[in-house]
Structures are given as structure tokens and as C-alpha cells.
């Protein structure tokens, strides 16, 4: 029998949630903390004191020796630094166990080490980390002991923002500000908030570890670089939903245990497609706390990993020829007392607020779709996006076929009259129940999907943070709904004016809407006809950020300053240049180092194979036809290597960072793929045991 695992008793053990504040703050304390939290007030200094010292009580009884405010800078993972509980010694040599409430509420690191984009000078180097009393503290427990994790932001001295945090409880508010006025005009008096709710789908690849330390290009860049196909890739399907090995059992074993502890509620999980590749779905939260439990979950993934001998794989294509792994951002509208704006309900043709929310959001995503795909842009993500296996480049809304009637209707007719309704499926089997089938099918091609009641943002790679897409979607979001409460506002009859708003935005929208298949070809030129915008790589996303509508856009709802968005965009475009170049350099090191020295290697056995065959008057026709395509193709290799090496040198001397990124993508890119392809090829010939590291069969079959 299994051990039993409580899950009611140990979930969120190690997170001063509601329940430890309740129990360990003094009640007046307790409900003024709330009241901050709640209402997004700001913390005084008596409270925090008190909060701290409770906080420190509890995290010491957790077995916690340090503190950290944990940050999500412009690096796409999270920073810390951590402090023991422990202020200056005493005059009798003991220390005091310490944690006061402006070490609780901020902290100021040297910010010059982090990506600002130009935005500070190291001389002005402070930063400030700000508590986020929103997302709850938590003791994580690893090699370093009991850590004591405090969710914070992550500012300059200047304000402006340098994380991904700040940005997002902006967007968080302005998005709730414009859905208040939106339900106030549908009579809505008594909802006091309205919030984003976020589920993140986490695919992931595990590999035997010793295997990964035998491959440079796993260590540097946590994806590979080379490597053949192995005789058997996804082809049979036998991967997706099959039945989890033992090792991978027990990996989602201590996984689930340790995120439960952590007050995440980790739910689903599974085979994905791909050899080696699993899935992990939380239940949805609200959208601050996803994001940083989102975080938090890949953190806790690589080290449980590691802990039992693996390695996950976070990156968005650790393999070429088999599927790499995205993130699906599955994201809704809640308020406080539980209505779901895009909850259709029965008969969607009849939810006037409804059909509003919806047509707002296809204005919202027509008009910004090129901020989406960049918000998923990234060297990783640049592998998938429309290669067939993830959401193409080209952004564009599934509705499935009761919503996409509904709008045609409106649009035909400027009134909808009826609701396709779900049919029961007959099993056939008298045993077994019918089904209802769900009237919004699902369409794993679309980028945007609307799935029952919430949109599904499929383009985000696995290994980002998903803030970048919520600080996205919440804000053009926002934006939307101000636009048609600044017109319903002002109407004089009410009914007819969002009547006629609705077809509008349906009619004028119309285009983004896109029911079928987004991998096809077809579908790349009906999109071109349709004027929707193609930006295929990071490198040709980026630039979006500084339009005029985008600075519009981020100004007016206050997320982003004209300098944010410059700087971001210097920051994305030297991220892209310096990861490109770490790939590079870490194919030349493999390819100088290993690759063609074993090929070498081999190629003078082979030739001493030729010879004393031919001394002995064998036939050594078949060691010489080996011996002469190895060459072959080590010497093409050689020269793909040195225009490498010569491009990437000439890259670094490329002063602007735009012009940089852009001559990666253009010709290092290029290089790289000439480079693999004829160490690929020798990867085939060579005989294993002169191959200098574990083949893709050797990673995705044994672990
Ligand atoms: P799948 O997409 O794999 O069929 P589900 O649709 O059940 O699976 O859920 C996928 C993710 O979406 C889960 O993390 C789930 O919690 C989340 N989710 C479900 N409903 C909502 C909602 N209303 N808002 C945001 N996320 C949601
Ligand atoms: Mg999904």
C-alpha cells in the first residue's frame, strides 16, 4: 500500500496564509492587514512591525534561519539575497533574533547588477524591493535551510519600475477600475472588485542527470544544439496521457508534495506529446499570486529534479524533430462575490454584458495583437511558434462554434436571436452515460481560444514568466472596457447604445476571429489578406513596444512610461543578442573541443581499418566509403565552424543592441544550423563509442 499523504493537513503548511494571520495577529492587527491587503491600501509602521514579528515567530517555528525579499528582475527568473534573523551581537557575545517591520517592507539592493536598460547610471545604483502584501509570504526549504520568502517589487531609486511585478499590480488595478464602470452600467452595485484569475499549464522535459552533465550545450543553454533523431521520435503517439514510468511517478510524487506545502495547488498531471515531456496544471488563483506561484513552481520543479537524480528541462525546445513545451495561460475576469465576466451561460445571444465583455476583448486583442505575441517572444519560444506543434506567430481568436454563430448573427442582423446548443454524444453503449457535447469545442491550434468560460493564451513558452502575458492582456483589457464605458456613460438610452457598441466592435472586428486550422499554410496567407500582423521572430516582435499606440496605450492606464518601454526593449533586444551568442559559442566549443576531434579520431582508425585490410588484400572498399564521408562532412563542419566563430566575433563588435539582435537572427542563426547539420549527419556514421556525448535516444528513452 502507498504511503498516505494528507493533502488537507500539509497543503499550504509553509505559507503565512489568511489562516496563520488570523492566528497569530492580535485581531485589531489582523483586520487592519486585511483591510491593506484588500482594498490595496498602504502599510504604516506600526503594523508592519507587528506583522513582522508574527512572520519571524512563525518562519523560525518552520525551521527558517534567513530572509529574502524575492524579485522577479528583468531576467526573466527571480532574485535573491538572503539575511539571517540575526542583528549585532550583545555585550555577553549571543545575538538577538531580529526581523523588524522595515525589513519586512523593504529592502534596497544594489540594483546595478540588473538589467535596467539604460535606465540608471551606476552611480544613482540604488533599487528598492517593496513587500507585496497580496501574494503571501512563504519558508522555502532546500540545502540552504529554512529560507523565508517574501513576494516583493522591485523599483529604482528614481521609481522607475525594474521588474515584472510592479507592472503587473498596475495592470491588475486598471483592469479593475474599467471592469467596475463596465458591471456598474449593467446594474452591478454590489461587486466591491474585479480580478484577473490565472491557470498556467506547465509542460516540462525531465533527463537522467548524469546524462545532461555529459552535454555542454544542456549546461549552457539548457536546450541542445546537436543531436540525430533517434529511430523512434513521437510518431506513434504512444507518449501523450500513457502511463507514467516509475521514475517520473515518483518525481510528480514529491513534486506535488512539496507544492502543496506551498499552497499551490498543483492538480493535473501527465505524459505530453514528446518523449521525456510531462504536464502540471495548478488550479486557477488570482492573477498576482499565479504569477509568482507559476514562478515558484519551476523553481521547485529543477530541484526536485535534481534531488532525485534528474533534470528538468524548462526550455521552450530541448529538442529539435520532437515537441518542445509551451505554458497555457488560461485567464478569466472574477469579482469579489464570484461572477465570472466571461461565463456565457446558457444562451450567450441573451447575456447582453456578456457579449459586450467579448467584443471588447476582440477589439482589445485585434488592436494589440502584436503586444501579445511579443509578450511570448523570446530565443526559446522563437524554436516553436509556427513550427507546426505550437500556436503559429500570428495571433487570432478562437470562439468555437456557438460564440462565432452568436457574433454572424450580430452581425448580419445587428440582433442575435438564438444560441447553438450542445448535442448529446450517443456512446452506443447502454452501460455507458451520454454525453453532453461542450458547445465550445476546443481548437489546440488557435493562440487565443475562448474555452467555456475563460480565454486560453497558448503562445507563452514554458520557461517565462507569465506576468509579461497578464501585464498584456490585463491592460488592452482595460483599455477596451474605458473605451466603451466612456461612450455607454454618456448615452441617453442605454439598451440601444450597447446594442449598437456591440455590432460595432463585432463588425469592426471581425477579422481577428479564426475558427480553423492555424498550423496550415493556407491559413499564413489568409491572415496577410486579412491585415493581421506575421512577426515571426523575437527579433521582429520587439519593436512594438515603442509604437505610438503602445506608448498610448501603457501611459494611460500608468504600467509603462515612455522610459520603461524604451528600456525594455533595449534590454529584450541585448537578452536576445547575448543568448544567441552563448549558443554560439557554445557550439564552437563542443564542435572545437569534442564533435570534430572525435570525428578525427575515428577517421584515423578507419584509415588504419583501410590499411591493414589492403595489407592483408581484404576488401576494404566498405571502411573507405566511411572513411571518405566522415571526412567529407568533418571537413564541412570545420568550415561551418569557422564562419562561426568569424560571425560571432563580428557580432560583438556591433554597437547598437537592435542591429546586434538583428544580425543574430539573420546570420548566426544561420550559421548555427550549418554548423548542426553536418555533426548531425556524423552522428549517424560515427560509431557510438567514439561519440563524445549521450544521443537524444540515450536523454528522451532512459531516464
Ligand atoms: P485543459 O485546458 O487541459 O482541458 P482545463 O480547461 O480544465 O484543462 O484547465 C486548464 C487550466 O485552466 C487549469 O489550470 C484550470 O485551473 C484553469 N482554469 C479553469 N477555469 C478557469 C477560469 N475560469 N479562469 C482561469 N483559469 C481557469
Ligand atoms: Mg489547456
Redesign the pocket.
Known amino acids: 500500500m502507498s504511503e498516505k499523504i494528507d493533502i488537507a493537513a500539509i497543503f499550504g503548511e509553509d505559507v503565512f496564509n489568511d489562516t496563520v494571520m488570523q492566528q497569530r495577529l492580535p485581531k485589531k492587527a489582523y483586520k487592519e492587514l486585511r483591510r491593506t491587503i484588500d482594498e490595496g491600501k498602504e502599510l504604516n509602521g506600526d503594523l508592519a512591525d507587528i506583522v513582522a514579528e508574527a512572520m519571524k515567530e512563525w518562519a523560525i517555528e518552520r525551521g527558517a534561519t534567513h530572509y529574502t525579499h524575492w524579485f522577479q528582475p528583468l531576467t526573466g527568473i527571480t532574485a535573491e539575497k538572503h539575511d539571517a534573523f540575526i542583528s549585532p551581537a550583545r555585550k555577553d557575545g549571543s545575538v538577538l533574533i531580529e526581523f523588524s517591520g522595515k525589513e519586512l517592507v523593504r529592502s534596497e539592493p544594489d540594483a546595478s547588477s540588473f538589467p535596467s536598460g539604460g535606465i540608471r547610471s551606476t552611480f544613482e545604483a540604488r533599487g528598492y524591493t517593496a513587500w507585496d502584501c497580496t501574494s503571501p509570504a512563504f519558508v522555502r526549504h532546500d540545502a540552504a535551510g529554512g529560507i523565508l520568502c517574501i513576494p516583493t517589487a522591485f523599483c529604482s531609486y528614481t521609481g522607475e519600475s525594474l521588474d515584472m511585478k510592479t507592472p503587473l499590480l498596475r495592470s491588475i488595478e486598471a483592469l479593475n477600475t474599467e471592469a467596475l464602470r463596465l458591471i456598474r452600467l449593467f446594474g452591478n452595485t454590489t461587486s466591491k472588485r474585479v480580478t484577473p ?5 506547465q509542460e516540462y522535459f525531465l533527463v537522467d542527470r548524469d546524462r545532461f552533465l555529459k552535454r555542454k550545450d544542456l549546461i549552457y543553454t539548457g536546450h541542445s544544439l546537436f543531436g540525430a533523431m533517434p529511430p523512434k521520435g513521437q510518431e506513434l503517439d504512444d507518449q501523450y496521457f500513457g502511463t507514467i514510468r516509475e521514475r517520473v511517478a515518483s518525481f510528480m510524487k514529491a513534486l506535488n508534495e512539496e507544492l502543496w506545502k506551498l499552497g499551490i ?1 498543483a ?2 498531471q501527465h505524459n505530453e506529446v514528446a518523449p521525456g515531456q510531462h ?1 502540471l ?4 488563483t488570482d492573477c498576482n499570486v499565479a504569477v509568482d506561484q507559476n514562478q515558484l513552481t519551476m523553481e521547485v520543479m529543477k530541484k526536485v529534479a535534481e534531488r532525485q537524480g534528474m533534470m528538468c528541462l524548462l526550455h521552450e525546445k530541448p529538442f529539435a524533430g520532437v515537441n518542445g513545451s509551451g505554458k ?1 495561460n ?3 475576469i ?1 469579482t469579489d462575490d464570484g461572477i ?1 465576466l ?2 456565457p451561460g446558457a444562451t450567450p445571444h441573451e447575456n447582453i454584458q456578456f457579449l459586450l465583455v467579448l467584443t471588447c476583448l476582440l477589439k482589445a486583442v485585434d488592436e494589440h495583437a502584436d503586444l501579445l505575441r511579443e509578450s511570448a517572444s523570446g530565443v526559446g519560444n522563437d524554436y516553436r511558434l509556427g513550427a507546426n506543434e505550437a500556436p503559429p506567430a500570428i495571433v487570432s481568436v478562437f470562439l468555437g462554434e456557438q460564440l462565432e454563430d452568436v457574433l454572424s448573427q450580430l452581425i448580419s442582423t445587428g440582433m442575435a436571436t438564438s444560441s447553438k446548443q450542445g448535442e448529446t454524444l450517443s456512446t452506443g453503449v447502454a452501460t455507458l452515460p451520454d454525453f453532453m457535447k461542450d458547445a465550445t469545442d ?1 481548437n489546440r491550434t488557435s493562440p487565443f481560444a475562448f ?4 480565454f ?1 493564451f497558448r503562445m507563452v513558452g514554458s520557461s517565462a514568466s507569465i506576468a509579461g502575458p497578464n501585464i498584456v492582456l490585463n491592460t488592452i483589457a482595460a483599455e477596451a472596457f474605458a473605451d466603451a464605458c466612456d461612450i455607454l456613460e454618456k448615452a441617453e438610452d442605454f439598451d440601444m447604445a450597447v446594442h449598437d457598441l456591440i455590432k460595432e466592435y463585432a463588425t469592426a472586428h471581425q477579422r481577428i476571429v479564426f475558427n480553423g486550422n492555424g498550423y496550415s499554410e493556407g491559413w499564413v496567407k489568409e491572415a496577410e489578406r486579412r491585415g493581421l500582423p506575421n512577426l515571426v521572430s523575437t527579433v521582429d516582435a520587439v519593436g512594438c513596444l515603442t509604437t505610438d499606440k503602445a506608448i498610448k496605450l501603457f501611459d494611460r492606464f500608468s504600467i509603462f512610461t515612455e522610459q520603461e518601454l524604451v528600456s525594455r526593449q533595449e534590454i529584450k533586444y541585448e537578452f536576445y543578442a547575448k543568448e544567441v551568442n552563448i549558443e554560439a559559442r557554445t557550439m564552437i566549443d563542443m564542435a572545437s573541443k569534442s564533435l570534430i576531434p572525435s570525428c578525427l579520431k575515428y577517421s584515423k582508425t578507419l584509415a588504419d581499418t583501410v590499411k591493414s585490410l589492403s595489407d592483408v588484400g581484404a576488401d576494404d572498399s566498405a571502411a573507405r566509403e566511411i572513411l571518405y564521408e566522415v571526412s567529407d562532412l568533418t571537413v564541412k563542419a570545420k568550415a561551418a565552424l569557422q564562419k562561426l566563430i568569424d560571425d560571432d566575433n563580428a557580432a560583438l563588435n556591433i554597437e547598437d543592441c537592435r542591429e546586434r539582435a538583428e544580425f543574430c537572427y539573420n546570420v548566426i542563426k544561420a550559421d548555427m544550423l550549418a554548423l548542426r547539420k553536418p555533426i548531425d549527419r556524423l552522428e549517424m556514421i560515427v560509431d557510438k563509442d567514439y561519440w563524445p556525448m549521450p544521443s537524444y535516444g540515450d536523454l528522451l528513452f532512459e531516464v
Open positions: 484569475s490565472v491557470g498556467a499549464e495547488t492538480k493535473t504536464e496544471a495548478p488550479i486557477y497555457h488560461n485567464w478569466s472574477v465570472n466571461l461565463e476546443r474555452t467555456g468560460n475563460k486560453e
